[in-house]
Protein backbone atom coordinates (compact mmCIF):
# COMPACT_ATOMS: atom_id res chain seq x y z
CA UNK A 1 0.00 0.00 0.00
CA UNK A 2 1.50 3.23 -1.09
CA UNK A 3 2.18 5.93 1.56
CA UNK A 4 2.64 9.17 -0.77
CA UNK A 5 -0.48 11.32 0.10
CA UNK A 6 -0.03 11.96 -4.07
CA UNK A 7 -1.36 8.15 -4.85
CA UNK A 8 -4.42 9.35 -2.61
CA UNK A 9 -7.03 9.17 -5.43
CA UNK A 10 -9.66 6.91 -3.68
CA UNK A 11 -11.05 6.50 -0.13
CA UNK A 12 -12.41 2.84 1.43
CA UNK A 13 -13.96 2.29 4.75
CA UNK A 14 -15.79 -0.79 6.21
CA UNK A 15 -18.89 -1.32 8.18
CA UNK A 16 -18.80 -4.53 10.49
CA UNK A 17 -22.59 -5.98 9.70
CA UNK A 18 -22.00 -9.70 11.06
CA UNK A 19 -23.98 -9.98 13.43
CA UNK A 20 -21.69 -11.57 16.53
CA UNK A 21 -19.97 -10.54 19.81
CA UNK A 22 -16.70 -11.05 18.17
CA UNK A 23 -14.09 -8.26 17.71
CA UNK A 24 -12.30 -8.51 14.22
CA UNK A 25 -8.70 -6.67 12.97
CA UNK A 26 -8.76 -5.88 9.70
CA UNK A 27 -5.25 -5.27 7.31
CA UNK A 28 -5.30 -3.80 4.32
CA UNK A 29 -2.06 -4.64 1.69
CA UNK A 30 -0.75 -6.95 5.04
CA UNK A 31 -1.09 -3.82 7.26
CA UNK A 32 -2.96 -3.73 10.37
CA UNK A 33 -4.71 -0.50 10.20
CA UNK A 34 -7.88 -1.28 12.54
CA UNK A 35 -7.95 -3.01 15.91
CA UNK A 36 -11.22 -4.50 17.51
CA UNK A 37 -14.06 -3.52 15.07
CA UNK A 38 -17.00 -4.68 16.50
CA UNK A 39 -20.55 -5.41 15.07
CA UNK A 40 -21.88 -1.94 13.82
CA UNK A 41 -18.71 -0.26 13.93
CA UNK A 42 -17.42 1.96 10.83
CA UNK A 43 -13.91 2.38 10.32
CA UNK A 44 -12.73 5.51 9.19
CA UNK A 45 -12.15 6.56 5.39
CA UNK A 46 -8.40 5.22 4.12
CA UNK A 47 -7.01 7.12 1.59
CA UNK A 48 -5.50 4.37 -0.98
CA UNK A 49 -3.97 4.21 -4.25
CA UNK A 50 -6.62 3.18 -7.27
CA UNK A 51 -5.69 -0.24 -8.07
CA UNK A 52 -5.67 -3.63 -6.54
CA UNK A 53 -5.39 -4.71 -2.68
CA UNK A 54 -5.99 -7.23 -0.25
CA UNK A 55 -8.43 -7.02 2.74
CA UNK A 56 -7.80 -9.64 5.83
CA UNK A 57 -9.94 -9.91 8.45
CA UNK A 58 -8.98 -11.83 11.66
CA UNK A 59 -10.09 -12.14 15.20
CA UNK A 60 -8.63 -9.86 17.24
CA UNK A 61 -5.05 -10.35 18.10
CA UNK A 62 -4.93 -13.18 16.12
CA UNK A 63 -2.94 -13.69 12.64
CA UNK A 64 -4.94 -16.29 11.07
CA UNK A 65 -6.99 -15.31 8.52
CA UNK A 66 -10.81 -15.60 8.48
CA UNK A 67 -11.51 -14.14 5.13
CA UNK A 68 -9.81 -12.61 2.18
CA UNK A 69 -10.29 -10.15 -0.49
CA UNK A 70 -9.25 -8.88 -3.12
CA UNK A 71 -10.94 -5.14 -4.34
CA UNK A 72 -10.00 -3.18 -7.11
CA UNK A 73 -10.62 0.40 -6.42
CA UNK A 74 -11.16 2.87 -9.11
CA UNK A 75 -9.34 6.46 -9.26
CA UNK A 76 -11.87 9.32 -7.45
CA UNK A 77 -13.88 7.33 -6.51
CA UNK A 78 -15.05 6.28 -2.57
CA UNK A 79 -16.06 2.77 -0.94
CA UNK A 80 -17.67 1.15 1.74
CA UNK A 81 -17.36 -2.42 2.48
CA UNK A 82 -19.40 -4.46 4.32
CA UNK A 83 -18.32 -7.17 6.29
CA UNK A 84 -21.15 -9.66 6.48
CA UNK A 85 -22.32 -13.25 4.80
CA UNK A 86 -23.31 -14.42 1.91
CA UNK A 87 -26.65 -15.01 0.68
CA UNK A 88 -28.20 -17.31 2.90
CA UNK A 89 -25.10 -18.64 4.22
CA UNK A 90 -24.93 -16.60 7.58
CA UNK A 91 -21.87 -18.92 8.65
CA UNK A 92 -19.59 -17.84 6.29
CA UNK A 93 -17.70 -14.51 5.64
CA UNK A 94 -18.14 -12.17 3.09
CA UNK A 95 -17.03 -8.41 1.97
CA UNK A 96 -19.39 -6.30 0.00
CA UNK A 97 -17.51 -3.85 -1.84
CA UNK A 98 -20.08 -0.61 -2.68
CA UNK A 99 -19.59 2.46 -4.57
CA UNK A 100 -20.80 5.57 -3.40
CA UNK A 101 -21.89 7.88 -6.36
CA UNK A 102 -21.56 11.01 -6.04
CA UNK A 103 -24.96 12.58 -6.25
CA UNK A 104 -25.29 16.04 -7.02
CA UNK A 105 -27.88 17.91 -4.88
CA UNK A 106 -29.66 21.31 -5.64
CA UNK A 107 -30.89 23.89 -3.17
CA UNK A 108 -31.51 22.62 0.21
CA UNK A 109 -31.85 19.07 -0.33
CA UNK A 110 -30.35 16.01 0.92
CA UNK A 111 -29.96 12.34 -0.65
CA UNK A 112 -30.77 9.22 1.56
CA UNK A 113 -30.44 5.21 0.22
CA UNK A 114 -31.13 2.02 2.00
CA UNK A 115 -29.27 -1.04 2.16
CA UNK A 116 -30.05 -4.18 2.76
CA UNK A 117 -27.70 -6.64 4.86
CA UNK A 118 -30.05 -8.32 7.90
CA UNK A 119 -30.97 -11.85 7.73
CA UNK A 120 -34.52 -11.00 6.65
CA UNK A 121 -34.87 -12.86 4.11
CA UNK A 122 -37.26 -10.67 2.13
CA UNK A 123 -37.06 -7.50 0.27
CA UNK A 124 -37.30 -4.20 1.79
CA UNK A 125 -38.66 -0.75 1.04
CA UNK A 126 -38.71 2.71 2.66
CA UNK A 127 -41.75 4.71 4.06
CA UNK A 128 -42.65 7.35 5.66
CA UNK A 129 -45.68 7.45 8.37
CA UNK A 130 -47.18 9.35 5.52
CA UNK A 131 -47.15 7.85 2.73
CA UNK A 132 -44.91 5.00 1.01
CA UNK A 133 -41.20 6.02 -0.73
CA UNK A 134 -39.98 5.11 -4.09
CA UNK A 135 -37.35 2.95 -2.54
CA UNK A 136 -38.77 -0.47 -2.62
CA UNK A 137 -37.49 -4.31 -3.19
CA UNK A 138 -34.46 -4.01 -2.00
CA UNK A 139 -32.22 -7.28 -2.00
CA UNK A 140 -30.00 -8.34 0.55
CA UNK A 141 -26.74 -7.08 -0.32
CA UNK A 142 -28.15 -4.45 -2.54
CA UNK A 143 -28.16 -0.43 -2.45
CA UNK A 144 -31.26 1.75 -3.77
CA UNK A 145 -30.54 4.73 -5.79
CA UNK A 146 -30.48 7.61 -3.55
CA UNK A 147 -33.72 9.58 -2.52
CA UNK A 148 -33.85 13.20 -2.95
CA UNK A 149 -36.03 15.21 -0.52
CA UNK A 150 -35.88 18.57 1.19
CA UNK A 151 -33.78 18.91 4.18
CA UNK A 152 -36.42 18.05 7.01
CA UNK A 153 -36.82 16.34 10.24
CA UNK A 154 -38.18 13.15 9.12
CA UNK A 155 -39.11 9.44 10.24
CA UNK A 156 -38.42 6.28 8.19
CA UNK A 157 -39.79 2.95 8.24
CA UNK A 158 -38.20 -0.25 7.10
CA UNK A 159 -40.55 -2.16 5.98
CA UNK A 160 -41.17 -5.77 4.11
CA UNK A 161 -41.98 -4.95 0.62
CA UNK A 162 -46.05 -4.74 0.07
CA UNK A 163 -45.91 -7.23 -2.55
CA UNK A 164 -44.35 -10.08 -0.60
CA UNK A 165 -46.82 -9.22 2.46
CA UNK A 166 -48.65 -12.38 3.35
CA UNK A 167 -51.91 -12.69 5.94
CA UNK A 168 -49.62 -13.71 8.43
CA UNK A 169 -47.21 -10.58 7.99
CA UNK A 170 -49.38 -7.86 6.84
CA UNK A 171 -50.31 -6.49 10.16
CA UNK A 172 -46.40 -7.00 11.65
CA UNK A 173 -45.92 -3.30 11.28
CA UNK A 174 -42.05 -1.65 10.42
CA UNK A 175 -38.77 -3.92 10.94
CA UNK A 176 -36.89 -0.87 12.20
CA UNK A 177 -38.07 2.98 12.52
CA UNK A 178 -35.55 5.97 12.87
CA UNK A 179 -37.98 8.64 14.83
CA UNK A 180 -37.64 12.00 13.91
CA UNK A 181 -34.87 12.23 12.27
CA UNK A 182 -32.94 15.69 11.28
CA UNK A 183 -31.44 15.16 7.49
CA UNK A 184 -29.23 17.96 7.13
CA UNK A 185 -28.81 20.08 3.09
CA UNK A 186 -26.51 18.85 0.78
CA UNK A 187 -25.33 15.78 2.55
CA UNK A 188 -26.06 12.01 1.54
CA UNK A 189 -26.61 9.47 4.47
CA UNK A 190 -27.17 5.90 3.56
CA UNK A 191 -29.50 4.01 6.11
CA UNK A 192 -28.09 0.31 6.46
CA UNK A 193 -30.50 -2.36 7.90
CA UNK A 194 -28.84 -5.39 9.89
CA UNK A 195 -29.53 -7.79 12.27
CA UNK A 196 -31.15 -11.40 12.77
CA UNK A 197 -34.46 -10.17 14.21
CA UNK A 198 -33.40 -11.57 17.30
CA UNK A 199 -33.67 -10.81 20.83
CA UNK A 200 -29.65 -10.60 21.16
CA UNK A 201 -29.61 -8.77 17.72
CA UNK A 202 -32.62 -7.47 16.58
CA UNK A 203 -33.42 -5.62 12.79
CA UNK A 204 -31.70 -2.05 13.34
CA UNK A 205 -31.36 0.97 11.18
CA UNK A 206 -27.81 2.50 11.38
CA UNK A 207 -27.80 5.69 9.93
CA UNK A 208 -24.48 7.03 8.34
CA UNK A 209 -23.32 10.10 5.87
CA UNK A 210 -21.25 9.23 3.05
CA UNK A 211 -18.22 10.13 1.87
CA UNK A 212 -18.97 12.92 -0.45
CA UNK A 213 -20.39 15.24 2.66
CA UNK A 214 -18.36 13.09 5.02
CA UNK A 215 -14.91 13.95 3.67
CA UNK A 216 -15.54 17.28 1.48
CA UNK A 217 -13.15 15.92 -1.67
CA UNK A 218 -13.48 17.64 -5.13
CA UNK A 219 -12.21 14.79 -7.16
CA UNK A 220 -12.65 17.26 -10.12
CA UNK A 221 -9.95 19.68 -8.94
CA UNK A 222 -7.83 17.50 -8.50
CA UNK A 223 -8.05 15.59 -12.04
CA UNK A 224 -7.31 19.14 -13.61
CA UNK A 225 -4.62 20.49 -11.14
Same mark, same amino acid.
Given at each position: ? !?????? !??????LFNARPTKDAFDLYLDDKQVYSYLLYEDFTKYYPLPSGKH $? =?????????EPLYEKK?? =?????????VLAHKYKEPENFHIFCLEEPNKKLEGLHLGIRLLHFSQHEGTLCLSTPEAPLPIRRIRYGQASSYLVREANAYTLNIEQSPEELTSDTET???? !??????????????? $??????GTAQFPYKAILSI?????LKIDFESKSTS
Open positions: M !ANSKNN !AVCYFR $I =LKITYHHQIIN =LQRHQIYTGSGPL !AILRNQKFKPGRLYS $IFFIGEDGYSY
